[in-house]
């Protein structure tokens, strides 16, 4: 896996301009703040993303991947000052469960999303390099 900074970039604070990466790819579809039989047990916007990072490596898993092989994550939240706000929590949340890993991200407030109690929704991609 490299990560790709052009020269001369300030170098960004927890995500990467780009990764490159051979490998099987594993795709996570949207994870949100629910365990794995669909039940919510906060509303709290920090708590969400704990167990949605926790769903997708547990998905990941499934497939032999981990948390250092994601290359791109999608972050859909509801209220992008909600997520500022909870900036110190989220990263908390992120080191417990993906550590010091990271890929090439994005985070767009979204209108709404499907389930009504969830407050963010993370895609995943991650390449798992062949053996």
Same mark, same amino acid.
């Given at each position: 896996m490299? *990560?790709?900074q052009p020269p001369g970039w300030v170098r960004p604070r927890?995500?990467?301009?780009g990764v490159a990466a051979s490998g099987r790819m594993v795709c996570v579809s949207g994870m949100i703040g629910w365990d794995g039989q669909g039940v *919510?047990?906060?509303d709290d916007f920090?708590?969400?993303?704990?167990?949605?990072?926790?769903?997708?490596?547990?998905?990941?898993?499934?497939?032999?991947?981990?948390?250092e092989h994601i290359v791109r994550m999608t972050w859909y939240v509801l209220d992008k000052?909600?997520?500022v706000g909870a900036y110190k929590e989220v990263g908390a949340a992120y080191r417990d469960i993906i550590g010091k890993h990271f890929p090439a991200m994005?985070?767009?407030?979204v209108a709404g999303?499907?389930?009504?109690?969830?407050?963010?929704?993370?895609?995943v991609t991650a390449v798992v390099p062949m053996a």
């Open positions: 490299e *990560f790709l927890g995500y990467s301009n *919510f047990h906060t920090a708590g969400q993303v704990r167990q949605a990072l926790q769903n997708a490596v547990e998905v990941l898993a499934e497939a032999g991947a981990k948390p000052k909600e997520y994005t985070a767009v407030q999303l499907v389930e009504d109690r969830a407050r963010v929704e993370i895609e």
